[in-house]
């Protein structure tokens, strides 16, 4: 789905090589993306990263030695980012100890359990989610081990703020991920989506982001956008609370 010349670069690359493929698709989103990988892919391991990460030098390597040293399905690996370029309207990962939720900005699996599970699931409805819902299916296989070794960069990217300001409606995912795994999700994030939705995101994370934009006195601007984003998100919560009840609905169905 790129629109720059990644594609003109990586197509060089591979006249260069014997082992390195690259693929095209139409943008359908990093499930499909990742799904087309899995299924072209020829080895026995599969790592996935994200476009905007830097994994270390050695980061396959160690990636190789972990599986064979171990008797697990799936890796996740210690992601870091700048911490002093963390603002407001930036979006990074930062998983130095490991997450439940498995990131696959810095993950890997055996292609015999991605493909044991069906890999990812293609219909979520916002690219979020898709990642744990994977790796909570593969964990009832197998173990997903955390190898501090295994480490990517994960710059803070800065988004614009009108893109940064509709980030609740990733939330909606939430629905899906509960009815398909309520077990895993209700041991490993929250009792229910809407306690996640309403309690831990909408009043103790915001809460806590509300307090910490005041840290950016020296850059009121950006203390601004801060404090503004907060209020947007809490109004947005709001506005999107019959769209959420009719995917709760949905899903609930669904996974009947």
Known sequence: GSSDDTEKYLKEVEATSTSFRFITQANAGPAAARNRGIAAARGRIIAFTDDDCIPDVNWLEVIQNAFAERDVVGLQGSTYTDVKAITPLTHQID?????????????????????????????????????????????????????????????????????????????????????????????????????????????????????????????????VQGITLTFIWWFDLVRRLPQFIASNRRERLNNQ
């Open 95 to 223: 998983n130095e100890n490991g997450n439940a939720s498995v990131p696959t900005c810095n993950a890997a699996f055996t292609r015999e359990v991605l493909l044991r599970v069906n890999g990812f699931d293609e219909h979520f409805p916002f690219p979020h989610n898709e990642d744990a819902d994977l790796a909570w299916r593969v964990e009832q296989l197998g173990t997903i081990q955390f190898i501090k070794a295994m480490r990517v960069y994960h710059p803070a990217r800065t988004d614009a703020f009108k893109k940064v300001m509709k980030r609740m409606k990733i939330m909606e995912s939430e629905f899906r991920l509960f009815y398909r795994n309520t077990t895993a999700y209700q041991q490993k994030r929250s009792s229910s989506p809407w306690k996640n939705i309403y309690w831990e995101i909408g009043v103790k994370t915001q809460g806590y982001y509300l307090l910490s934009r005041w840290k950016y006195y020296r850059r009121p601007w950006l203390m």
